[in-house]
C-alpha cells in the first residue's frame, strides 16, 4: 500500500515561513491529485491545499495568498510553501490524495508560537 512520509515542520515565530514536504511511495504519483490538510486535536483533517496533474492549484479561504502548493512528479513529492504564518497555522500537516484518501502518514507537527 502506498506510504506517504511528510517532513518539514518545526516551530517558526508569527510571521515566519516553512516548507513541508511529502514523499509518497507510489510510482503512478504522477496520475493523482495531491493535497495537504492539516489537524488540530479534536478535529477532523481540513482541507488546506490542492493541485491537480496539471498544476493547477486550489486554496482554502484561510490559507490563500499565504500558502503555496507544487509538486515534483520525477520525485514523487507534494511540497507546501508557508509564508507569514499565523498562530491559528498551527496543527499537525499531513498529504493525501483530495479524495479516496490513501493510509494517512504521521504528518509534521507545525508550532507557530512567539
Known amino acids: 500500500q502506498v506510504q506517504l512520509v511528510e517532513s518539514g515542520g518545526g516551530l517558526v515565530q508569527p510571521g515566519g515561513s516553512l516548507r513541508l514536504s511529502c514523499v509518497a511511495s507510489?510510482?503512478?504519483?504522477?496520475?493523482?491529485?495531491m493535497a495537504w490538510y492539516r489537524r488540530v486535536p479534536g478535529k477532523e483533517h481540513e482541507l488546506v491545499a490542492e493541485?491537480?496533474?496539471?498544476?493547477?492549484?486550489t486554496y482554502a479561504h484561510f490559507v490563500k495568498g499565504r500558502f503555496t502548493i507544487t509538486r515534483d512528479d520525477s520525485k514523487k513529492a507534494v511540497y507546501l510553501q508557508m509564508d507569514r504564518l499565523q498562530t491559528e497555522d498551527t496543527a499537525v500537516y499531513y498529504c493525501?490524495?483530495?479524495?479516496?484518501?490513501?493510509?494517512w502518514g504521521q504528518g509534521t507537527q507545525v508550532t507557530v508560537s512567539a
Open positions: 493525501n490524495r483530495p479524495h479516496s484518501w490513501w493510509p
Open positions: 507510489t510510482s503512478s504519483f504522477s496520475n493523482h491529485f
Open positions: 493541485i491537480t496533474t496539471f498544476d493547477t492549484t
